[in-house]
């Protein structure tokens, strides 16, 4: 398969998930616009119209968009804003090899930004691959060790790749972060099934 072919692929996946989150979106949108009025509720004057379309529905302008994203990404290697933005792209469509290289060259040009290391571990959850899901989710901690979302992470790493020593702390910390974590219940589920086996 030629580049511009595999590439007019992925534009292709993109777009189907981009209209189709766009109908999702405005589906919701009109559901919403639905209730308000059957609750015989009245909006403030000057707020917005609920159910506004998107300016950018038009599917030639998203793969326009997409297209444009994903060659800056690659024609400006120093661009952190086009690396994430291309990152997040392929992520959206389950392409975490793709996502993940994004991330990395973002991660080199800016390798303080909380975001992209916590994604980095969050992409590598969903990749399956637990022991660097972990590695990036720890470096996040190191950072800011009161994110809940982080130890959640942290805690589905370990218990993935069955350590129990690793889960169990992991676990201690979300608890500590959040006490009424609703994750909680089957991490600790998990590590009586781990700690059984």
Same mark, same amino acid.
């Given at each position: 398969?030629?580049?511009?072919?595999?590439?007019? +692929?992925? #534009?292709?996946? $993109?777009?189907?998930?981009?209209?189709?989150?766009?109908?999702?979106?405005?589906?919701?949108?009109?559901?919403?616009?639905?209730?308000?009025?059957?609750?015989?509720?009245?909006?403030?004057?000057?707020? %917005? %119209?609920?159910?506004?379309?998107?300016?950018?529905?038009?599917?030639?302008?998203?793969?326009?968009?997409?297209?444009?994203? $994903? =060659?800056?990404?690659?024609?400006? %290697?120093?661009?952190?804003?086009?690396?994430?933005?291309?990152? =997040? $792209?392929?992520?959206? #469509?389950?392409?975490?090899?793709?996502?993940?290289?994004?991330?990395?060259?973002?991660?080199?040009?800016?390798?303080? !930004?909380?975001?992209? *290391?916590?994604?980095? +571990?969050? *992409?590598? /959850?969903?990749?399956?691959?637990?022991?660097?899901? =972990?590695?990036?989710?720890?470096?996040?901690?190191? #950072?800011? !060790?009161?994110?809940?979302?982080?130890?959640?992470?942290?805690?589905?790493?370990? $218990?993935?790749?069955? !350590?129990?020593? +690793?889960?169990?702390?992991?676990?201690?910390?979300?608890?500590?972060?959040? %006490?009424?974590?609703? !994750?909680?219940?089957?991490?600790?589920?998990? /590590?009586?099934? /781990?700690?059984?086996?």
């Amino acid at each position: 398969m030629s580049r511009e072919n595999l590439l007019f +692929g992925i #534009i292709g996946i $993109l777009l189907g998930f981009i209209v189709g989150f766009m109908f999702a979106s405005s589906m919701s949108q009109k559901t919403q616009q639905a209730q308000v009025a059957s609750a015989g509720q009245s909006l403030p004057a000057d707020h %917005p %119209p609920v159910g506004a379309q998107n300016p950018t529905g038009n599917p030639e302008e998203v793969r326009a968009q997409v297209t444009e994203s $994903l =060659e800056k990404a690659r024609n400006e %290697p120093k661009n952190f804003e086009a690396q994430v933005k291309a990152a =997040e $792209l392929y992520y959206q #469509i389950g392409r975490y090899d793709q996502a993940i290289e994004f991330l990395l060259k973002a991660n080199q040009l800016n390798p303080t !930004d909380y975001r992209t *290391v916590v994604v980095l +571990g969050m *992409v590598n /959850l969903d990749a399956g691959r637990f022991d660097t899901a =972990e590695k990036w989710y720890r470096a996040a901690m190191k #950072i800011k !060790d009161d994110d809940i979302m982080v130890a959640a992470g942290l805690a589905e790493a370990t $218990l993935q790749k069955g !350590d129990a020593k +690793g889960a169990e702390e992991a676990i201690a910390k979300v608890e500590k972060i959040d %006490p009424n974590n609703q !994750d909680l219940p089957r991490f600790r589920e998990k /590590l009586t099934s /781990l700690k059984s086996k």
